[in-house]
């Protein structure tokens, strides 16, 4: 069982940059792919980025790639979401996934989710 914890969610006016956190702790997190999805109100989940145990190979959505940005630390069980120019639009509950695979984008174990507030 592997469990998982956002951080780094917050209020902020359009244009400006947060950063959050995810640590994955539990047995070989730093042998999981992490990725991070959102999800706004009355909408459904979507994929935000993701990022390869082995390689640290980065996916992104490409509405999203030019100012989302995602990182892993060394020690391979923490990742990083550096999010620039954000948006009203960007308004959204921020989860973190370890564990999920890349190809479907599925599977792997979530986090509660980090609320990110994006004011006009």
């Known amino acids: 069982q592997v469990q998982v914890q956002e951080s780094g969610g917050g209020l902020v006016q359009a244009g400006g940059s947060l950063r959050l956190s995810c640590v994955g702790v539990?047995?070989?997190?730093?042998?999981?792919?992490m990725g991070w999805f959102r999800q706004a109100p009355g909408k459904e989940r979507e994929f935000v980025a993701a990022?390869?145990?082995?390689?640290?190979?980065?996916y992104s959505s490409d509405s999203m790639k030019t100012r989302f940005i995602i990182s892993r630390d060394s020690a391979r069980d923490t990742t990083y979401l550096y999010m620039n120019n954000l948006q009203p639009e960007d308004t959204a509950v921020y989860y973190c996934?370890?564990?999920?695979?890349?190809?479907?984008?599925?599977?792997?174990?979530w986090g509660q989710g980090t609320q990110v507030t994006v004011s006009s």
């Open positions: 990022i390869t145990y082995f390689s640290d190979d980065t």
């Open positions: 539990g047995p070989s997190v730093n042998k999981l792919n």
């Open positions: 996934n370890v564990g999920l695979d890349m190809n479907t984008r599925q599977g792997g174990y």
